[in-house]
């Protein structure tokens, strides 16, 4: 490794660095600001978040006190948080090591270049990378920049979540002669992942045309994106939304939605050195609760443990999805839960639109636990702020034996959310992140099918409002399958709101019932999905799922 004698000189290099990075992340998301969603925009409030953490900078000192120079302290202490995030299991997370690398590189940047240049293109282009970075979308003109192709990175990375929100296609993980190509004319397909180089005439008029249905397409979901959802005859379903990405009350501020159905809290714990004060968590739910005055939020309780080790609490364990995650280990630390309960209602004392969602929960015991540390929270919030109320209290539904416990635990809680990804993991047996067994992990499996039925089925009986907030949900396909069976509220990320809610206004619920009765009885998943498949067409609508299945 590199080392140096002089380390007031390598900290000074390093804080001037880290200086001009905050700027250019702050001048980026201006820039950005009004072309995209708040939500795509979080990645540069995750950064920012990163630089100004302290913990970042005392591990950094650290390093260059051992004798490193700054650019070698940087690599290590980069890496190691990295390989953090990359060991965890929760996909999302998972993508998060990515962003640290990036911030990674963008710090390098800033050693070795005092100013950062806008680059000047002549012509719009087909930009080829080896990793795409938000750093690189958030540098070149949106109108100069066709598509993007990356040699490296994955479907779900946040450059590529950021390239889908400003309507850029991009293709990841491609092999290519960059020598070969450039210069060349080509065409990019971000559905299909697939990129013609060259394309004959053919080819060309037939993506001319695809382009032009797409424009209307979009055009056409987002015309009365404000309005409330109905079906054609007349049933109001309610279109809330997914966060929990961004550091900051940036989640996606849009009168197109109803409220909030799922805010991760696991970010603000992650991100830190330790387990953030109740005054921290105050502070950051009541910027939640305050951008959707009139509206419900759904925060679910701390999600961590097992496949989402917190940095300062590692747990090392054989089967992590089959172990010590949510309610379990908040339970097993009742003086974390109870900080993180109280700072929740604190945070509501204003407004009164928080409910309290418990992940993971598996039985009935589990559940009386939590009561009686929620009761504990709100005696002691009340001593501090009289004007607090009791939220309302739910339970995910993800863990299988929840389906048979509803109807005794009915009088115990005031609504139901269903996390249909764990659901179908935990149903099937199947790790949803293991390459061998990909193909067995279906959400559209008939036996996922079923207890989506059976759930809405005791919900209804025993009164219970009832949310679905997995992947399921903001499928174009699989949100018109839960309303067939019954669902009126569901949750999802806010790139799929508008087609969602376009759907729902172009579908009578009857058609849907019956098409999900037809649904209950196949015995493959595939054949439950080419039936939705054959619908969409009938109606006009395979613009929706030219994805082809996901």
Known sequence: PASTLDVEKEQAWLTRAMESALSDFRKLRKKLDNDINKEA????????????????????????????????????????????????????????????????QRLLYFLYNTEHEQQQLEKPIILVV?????????????????AVVSLEGAANSHAAILSRALGIPAIMGVSLNLKQINGKRGIVDGYSGKLFISPGKQIVAEYRALAYEELQLSKMVNDAIFEPAFTQDGTRIELLLNAGLSA????????????????????????????????????????????????????RTLDVGGDKPLP???????????????????????????????????????????????????????????????????????????????????????????????????????????????????????DRNNAHVADVYDSMHPAVIMALKQIQQTCLQYSIPVCVCGELAGDPIGALLLIGLGYTTLSMNASNVA????????????????????????SYGHDIYNMMQVHFESLGFAGFIRAGKK
């Open 41 to 104: 925009l979080a990645i540069f409030d995750l950064f920012t978040h990163l630089l100004n953490d302290p913990m970042l900078g005392n591990d950094l000192k650290a390093q260059i006190q051992k004798g490193d120079r700054a650019d070698w302290a940087l690599r290590q202490v980069v890496e190691s948080y990295s390989n953090r995030f990359a060991r965890m299991s929760d996909a999302y997370l998972r993508e998060r090591a990515q962003d640290i690398r990036e911030l990674g």
């Open 130 to 146: 080896r990793e795409l970075t938000a750093s690189i979308l958030a540098t070149l003109p949106k109108d100069k920049l066709l």
């Open 248 to 299: 900051d009350t940036n989640i996606a501020i849009n009168q197109g939605i109803d409220g909030i159905g799922l805010y991760r809290t696991e970010i603000s714990f992650l991100l830190q050195h330790r387990f953030p004060s109740e005054e921290e968590q105050i502070l950051q739910y009541r910027a939640v609760l305050d951008a959707y005055p009139d509206r419900p939020v759904v925060m």
């Open 312 to 430: 300062y609490l590692p747990i090392e364990e054989d089967n992590p999805f089959l172990g010590w995650r949510g309610i379990r280990f908040t339970l097993d630390h009742p003086d974390i839960f109870l900080i993180q309960l109280r700072a929740m209602m604190r945070a509501n004392s204003e407004h009164h639109n928080l409910r309290i969602l418990l992940p993971m929960v598996s039985g009935a015991k589990e559940l009386d636990d939590t009561h009686a540390l929620i009761q504990q929270a709100y005696q002691e919030a009340v001593k501090l702020d009289a004007s607090i109320v009791m939220p309302k209290i739910g339970i995910m539904l993800e863990v299988p034996s929840m389906l048979y416990l509803l109807p005794m635990i009915a009088n115990k809680i005031d609504f139901v959310s269903v996390g249909t990804n764990d659901l179908t993991q935990y149903l099937l047996a199947v």
């Open 499 to 522: 087609k969602v809610k376009y759907l729902v206004r172009h579908s009578a619920r009857s058609d849907l019932q019956l098409l999900a009765q037809k649904a209950l009885m196949q």
